[in-house]
């Protein structure tokens, strides 16, 4: 991947952080949203952006996903003003689970009786 669309990404990445926390006005949208990573197409075309949503239940945030969907092309047009871009992507959201996942394993492994290994004099 070219520097270019590194550059891009990042970008991209910071300002729909921004947009969704200051720029969403529903209320279902009040929970924490981070935007973990966005990956345009080299066309500029299309944007995968993957969001945690730091909400317990999975029902909740695949509501919050749909509603982060239905907002994209709201997204995309403050996206469009804020940043300077020949094309701005259209906006594909996906849910990262991998906080949700850590969590797990962190749990599973308090739970484990492991005794340290002893040292050796």
């Not at 197409?41 to 982060?68: M, Q």
């Amino acid at each position: 991947m070219s520097n270019r669309m590194l550059r891009a990404d990042a970008e991209i990445q910071k300002e729909l952080a921004e947009i969704i926390k200051n720029d969403l006005s529903d209320p279902r949208l009040q929970t924490l949203i981070s935007v973990t990573s966005v990956k345009t197409s080299p066309d500029f075309t299309s944007a995968k952006v993957r969001v945690s949503i730091y909400e317990k239940e999975l029902s909740k945030r695949k509501e919050i996903l749909k509603l982060l969907q239905k907002s994209s092309g709201y997204i995309k047009r403050i996206l469009a003003e804020n940043l300077c871009l020949r094309n701005v992507p259209a906006l594909n959201f996906q849910l990262d689970d991998g906080a949700f996942y850590e969590e797990n394993i962190n749990k599973i492994l308090e739970t484990l009786n492991i005794s340290p290994p002893e040292e050796e004099n």
